[in-house]
T-cell receptor, first 118, second 110 residues
């Protein structure tokens, strides 16, 4: 149980274009999903928290107009990188909180999406 | 202070040995401490987690030791196997947010 999927697993786009990444909880309903960014050999940095049916909460320093997050249903959240530039190239990982999880805070991560902007 | 400090940065352990990774935190408001395992190109996988009202939790070969007064917690991997070679992250949670440590690259050698 507690499986989270992401699509696509990797994407290459040209500078100035927009890219959408999907995050789905497959076997549970996630009222809260999270988006992280990870640079090579570095830790995970929380970008934003999204709650179903409401606006996402962005961490300090994350441009909300650049990283658009939509949590339209209890099983789907999307991250759109708008007007992507090479510095946006990174590994983007989503997670979902299982409200039925034993410790309440348990987050289950997707497999990640590798974005390369040329 | 939201930082979580993790050490060592890298660790090499012989097969069958015990791998120990340590983390320290400052914010006493943290109330959830998970450990994640990450393989290259994959998302982190939850290994084991603990609440601060418990000093130790064991699941299979993985044990978390928690020292509330010292604001430290550690992961012990018993009988380490080559398949355990991965990057391990500790994290500390408050409300729904997790703050991650910097990661430890563990290599198990035959």
């Amino acid at each position: 149980g507690a499986v989270v999927s992401q699509h696509p697993s990797w994407v290459i786009c040209k500078s100035g274009t927009s890219v959408k990444i999907e995050c789905r909880s497959l076997d549970f309903q996630a009222t809260t999903m999270f988006w992280y960014r990870q640079f090579p050999k570095q830790s995970l940095m929380l970008m934003a928290t999204s709650n179903e049916g409401s606006k996402a909460t962005y961490e300090q320093g994350v441009e909300k107009d650049k990283f658009l997050i939509n949590h339209a249903s209890l099983t789907l959240s999307t991250l759109t990188v708008t007007s992507a530039h090479p510095e946006d190239s990174s590994f983007y990982i989503c997670s979902a909180r299982d409200p039925g999880g034993g410790m309440a805070y348990e987050q289950y991560f997707g497999p990640g999406t590798r974005l390369t902007v040329t | 202070q939201q930082q979580v400090k993790q050490s060592p940065q890298s660790l090499i352990v012989q097969k069958g040995g015990i791998s120990i990774i340590n983390c320290a935190y400052e914010n006493t408001a943290f109330d959830y401490f998970p450990w994640y395992q990450q393989f290259p190109g994959k998302g982190p996988a939850l290994l084991i987690a603990i609440r601060p009202d418990v000093s130790e939790k064991k699941e299979g070969r993985f044990t978390i030791s928690f020292n509330k007064s010292a604001k430290q917690f550690s992961l012990h991997i018993m009988d380490s196997q080559p398949g355990d070679s991965a990057t391990y992250f500790c994290a500390a949670g408050r409300w729904e947010k997790l703050t991650f440590g910097t990661g430890t690259r563990l290599t198990i050698i035959p």
